[in-house]
């Protein structure tokens, strides 16, 4: 399950298993991405292309991912007030 918060209440939504590991996919990809565009491994051109290729893929195959697990029916909704 994940929570999202909007408007102060906080929406309860279920996540299968394979979306769980696209998620974790798409994390992956983008950290490998931002880490070989900072390593020093690599030649150069190597590493900018491997990086940039990574971070592409990461970030764009977050997009509808987030718009499938935005777009779910909440399972609850509950006000969120301030911690004391």
Same mark, same amino acid.
């Given at each position: 399950? +994940? ?5 102060? +209440?906080?929406?309860? &939504?279920?996540? $299968? ?8 996919? $798409? ?16 030649? &150069? ?9 990574? @971070?592409? %893929? ?7 991912? @987030? +718009?499938? %697990?935005?777009? &779910? ?12």
């Amino acid at each position: 399950m +994940i929570g999202l918060l909007t408007n102060g +209440i906080m929406k309860t &939504k279920a996540l $299968t298993v394979p979306e769980i590991i696209l998620i974790a996919g $798409t994390r992956v990809a983008l950290g490998a991405g931002i880490g070989l565009l900072l390593s020093g491994r690599l030649n &150069k051109d190597q590493r900018k292309a491997a990086g940039v290729a990574l @971070f592409a %893929v990461g970030a764009l195959s977050s997009i509808p991912i @987030f +718009i499938g %697990v935005a777009s &779910k029916r909440p399972l609850a909704e509950e006000p969120v007030g301030l911690a004391a």
